[in-house]
T-cell receptor
Framework: QKEVEQDPGPLSVPEGAIVSLNCTYSNSAFQYFMWYRQYSRKGPELLMYTYSSGNKEDGRFTAQVDKSSKYISLFIRDSQPSDSATYLCAMTSNTGNQFYFGTGTSLTVIP | GAVVSQHPSWVICKSGTSVKIECRSLDFQATTMFWYRQFPKQSLMLMATSNEGSKATYEQGVEKDKFLINHASLTLSTLTVTSAHPEDSSFYIC??????????????FGQGTRLTVV
């Protein structure tokens, strides 16, 4: 079983839609959860960073962590064509050095 | 957010030659740096982890004599692909963390380097 599972998509939505991206994981030691956005031929860009369970909001983006279900989500409100990219979830433990990444979900927002 | 600069952004080299990729943290001290490889439409594959002042730790299946990593200072790590072959063509990405603050922190990524070996 992979440490982190993420549906690769592709996901295609109309402009203005609410997008929900998700990852599940198996290691209960994971405490730090991140979402990265990666445009084609570019390095990943950190979007959201949360610790333990709960919600975090930043503009149109909301990250949720449910440790009891080992499930994390990223919501994008009022999606824009510029949001079209691959979204990667990543996580690590308190003492861990290594990050564990999902495979990434490819998102296209259609004008 | 913190800035990690990776150079060059793309490089083409002949088979058998060596290529050096630099990764610099511009506004923080990167006590830990990671090197990843990414194939098209796939996620990041960790190649090695380096902590400042110690040798890099390579993931299983990654040839340390082929992919030389030097964490030269708290702001610079280099990856040298030695005797490159066409199958080494890929997108290489570095990331850096500042763990000197204590606890765990997020990682910031460089822009990536597209290597093409002809």
């Amino acid at each position: 079983q992979k440490e982190v599972e993420q549906d690769p998509g592709p996901l295609s939505v109309p402009e203005g839609a609410i997008v929900s991206l998700n990852c599940t994981y198996s290691n209960s030691a994971f405490q730090y959860f991140m979402w990265y956005r990666q445009y084609s031929r570019k390095g990943p860009e950190l979007l959201m960073y949360t610790y333990s369970s709960g919600n975090k909001e930043d503009g149109r983006f909301t990250a949720q962590v449910d440790k009891s279900s080992k499930y994390i989500s990223l919501f994008i409100r009022d999606s824009q064509p510029s949001d079209s990219a691959t979204y990667l979830c990543a996580m690590t433990s308190n003492t861990g050095n290594q990050f564990y990444f999902g495979t990434g979900t490819s998102l296209t927002v259609i004008p | 957010g913190a800035v990690v600069s990776q150079h060059p952004s793309w490089v083409i080299c002949k088979s058998g030659t060596s290529v050096k990729i630099e990764c610099r943290s511009l506004d923080f001290q990167a006590t830990t740096m990671f090197w990843y490889r990414q194939f098209p439409k796939q996620s990041l594959m960790l190649m090695a982890t380096s902590n400042e002042g110690s040798k890099a730790t390579y993931e299983q299946g990654v040839e340390k004599d082929k992919f030389l990593i030097n964490h030269a200072s708290l702001t610079l790590s280099t990856l040298t692909v030695t005797s490159a072959h066409p199958e080494d063509s890929s997108f290489y990405i570095c990331s850096a963390r500042d763990r000197s603050l204590g606890g765990n922190t997020e990682a910031f990524f460089g822009q990536g380097t597209r290597l093409t070996v002809v």
